[in-house]
């Protein structure tokens, strides 16, 4: 089992950047593929990245060229780099690892406004 802990999400300028984390304690961090999802008010949840073990990533075509998802085996972490944010980027944004099962994060708020 994994237990996963977000930080980094908060308020953004439209343009500016934001860095999300999710720290991973449990099972070993390195077997699960990691992503990272996001649901806005009246939408439905939608996949924005994933990095599998071997650190191949995929990005969901509205954050494509701005966002990037890395990971760190090593301290258990996985990154979402979001640049030139915009108001439609607002939203919760959850940290999830599947490899068996799936575990959630508690998610993080990232709201774009000026």
């Known amino acids: 089992q994994v237990q996963l802990v977000e930080s980094g999400g908060g308020l953004v300028q439209p343009g500016g950047s934001l860095t999300l984390s999710c720290a991973a304690a449990?099972?070993?961090?390195?077997?699960?593929?990691m992503a990272w999802y996001r649901q806005a008010p009246g939408r439905q949840r939608e996949l924005v990245a994933e990095v599998a073990p071997r650190l191949s990533a995929t990005y969901a075509d509205s954050v494509k060229g701005r966002f990037t998802v890395s990971r760190d085996n090593v301290k258990k972490t996985v990154y979402l780099q979001m640049n030139n944010s915009k108001p439609e980027d607002t939203a919760v944004y959850y940290c999830?690892?599947?490899?068996?099962?799936?575990?959630w994060g508690q998610g993080t708020q990232v709201t774009v406004s000026s």
């Open positions: 999830r690892a599947t490899s068996w099962r799936s575990f």
């Open positions: 449990g099972s070993d961090f390195s077997i699960y593929t």
